[in-house]
Every structure is written in structure tokens, then in C-alpha cells.
């Protein structure tokens, strides 16, 4: 079948597709850790704050959108820095376009640590539902304020650069055609579901999703933080 041996194929056209048992399992873990993982938990956090058969604001606090994140995020880069640690000892003296996969891909993974680092420092909760009311997220302290903007910021801008890394990985292994198509397939999913989602109004501030709309909640008085973010009331 032609189509078939054509997809087979390495990049390069190739007769055979050759790679080291740790470079191939280093490009499994990057795939599954930024490639499915880490936007799968992005999208959560984004568009599941609030569902539709949820009743809000009757109902606040839907816990689904943080225990999704959290565990995608967390295996996410679980996968990466098993990744990490193959290509390190295997990929010594790279050089050409692997070195720039390197150097990117080094990038890459310290923005995915920074985001396990600052979402641990992040701050306590408070509000009505804490053991105690005051906090930085329900003040939404100048700390509470900064740790989302970064927080957000960098790790949409990750999960963009990723498609780039991943795509010079492919190349840097001469990896075979269907891989970066199904990948791409993939990723032209998620772009179809963000706009969809983003569009139908479900990227919902998670200060009201969490407390609600009542304006005697301090950070209903303040702009929600980031781009797109919609607040139902206020």
C-alpha cells in the first residue's frame, strides 16, 4: 500500500527509521507529558471552573476542574522530567539542529518546573469555605495577583512553545511521517476546542467560580486576571 509505506516512512525519506532505545523513549515521554498531558490540564483549568449542568451560582466550588488539573499537571511533567533525565545521559555532545532541541527543550522543561514551584508557593485560600477568612486568594493580595498572572502567562506560553520542540524533535530523529501527522491532527483538536469552549462563554473567573458573585467578596472588585476571562455578575 503506498499510502501506507509513504506514511511508514521516516521524514527524510529514509529508507529505515533508526533511533536508540533512550531517545525513543525520551520522545514517548515528552509526547505524552506536553504533547497530551499538560494541555489536556491547561483546558481544564480554563473551561471547566464552572459546568453547564452544575447550577451556579446555587452551586459554588465545583472541585472537578482543580483535582483534573492538578493530577494532569503533576503526571504531566512526571513524564517530562523522566524525559529529562534519559536525554541527559544519553544525549551527550549533540550538536546542529539536535543541540537547538536541546537548549529548547531544556527552556521548555524549566518553565514546566517553575509552574510546580510557583503553584506550591502560591498562597493560602481563605474565604467563607476555609478554616479561616482571610487569605491570599480570596484578598487577592498583590502575591495572589502576581502568582496568576505568571502562572497563567507562562504556562500558555509553554504549552505553545511546546509545538515547536516537539515538532524539531521529530526531525532531530527522522521520525516516521504518521507521528507529526497525528500529533498535529491532535493539536488542531485542542485548537478547535479552545476556540469552541472560549467561545461559548466557559472560561469563567475562578474567583466567582469558587465564591460567587456577591460584591462583599473583596476580589469581585477588581478586573478578573488574564485574557478572555469572563465574569458572569459584575
Known amino acids: 500500500m503506498p499510502l501506507l509505506d509513504w506514511l511508514l516512512a521516516p521524514l527524510s525519506g529514509a529508507p529505515t527509521h533508526e533511533i536508540t532505545p533512550w531517545a525513543s523513549w525520551h520522545a514517548r515521554l515528552m509526547v505524552l507529558g506536553w504533547g497530551l498531558l499538560l494541555p489536556l490540564g491547561a483546558l481544564m483549568a480554563r473551561f471547566c471552573k464552572v459546568m453547564p449542568s452544575q447550577g451556579w451560582p446555587r452551586r459554588l466550588d465545583n472541585p472537578l476542574w482543580w483535582h483534573a488539573h492538578r493530577v494532569l499537571q503533576w503526571s504531566g511533567v512526571l513524564a517530562m522530567t523522566v524525559g529529562v533525565v534519559l536525554a541527559w545521559r544519553g544525549a551527550q ?121 456577591d460584591p462583599m467578596h473583596p476580589g469581585n472588585r477588581i478586573p478578573p486576571v488574564g485574557w478572555g476571562v469572563r465574569r458572569p455578575f459584575g
Not at 133 to 138: A, C, F, I, V
Not at 173 to 186: E, I, K, N, S, V
Open 93 to 213: 555532545g549533540a550538536a546542529g539542529l539536535a543541540r537547538l532541541h536541546a537548549v529548547a527543550g531544556w527552556a521548555l522543561c524549566l518553565a514546566g518546573w517553575a509552574q510546580v514551584a510557583g503553584a506550591l508557593l502560591r498562597g493560602s485560600k481563605g474565604g467563607p469555605t476555609d478554616r479561616q477568612m482571610r487569605g491570599d486568594h480570596y484578598d487577592m493580595t498583590r502575591w495572589r495577583l502576581f502568582f496568576e498572572r505568571a502562572h497563567k502567562g507562562i504556562g500558555w506560553l509553554a504549552v505553545i512553545a511546546s509545538i515547536g520542540v516537539i515538532a524539531l524533535g521529530f526531525v532531530v530523529a527522522d521520525a516516521p511521517r504518521w507521528m507529526p501527522l497525528a500529533l498535529g491532527a491532535w493539536w488542531l483538536a485542542l485548537a478547535g476546542a479552545f476556540a469552541a469552549l472560549q467561545r461559548r462563554g466557559r472560561c469563567i473567573d475562578t474567583y466567582q467560580a469558587i465564591w460567587g458573585p
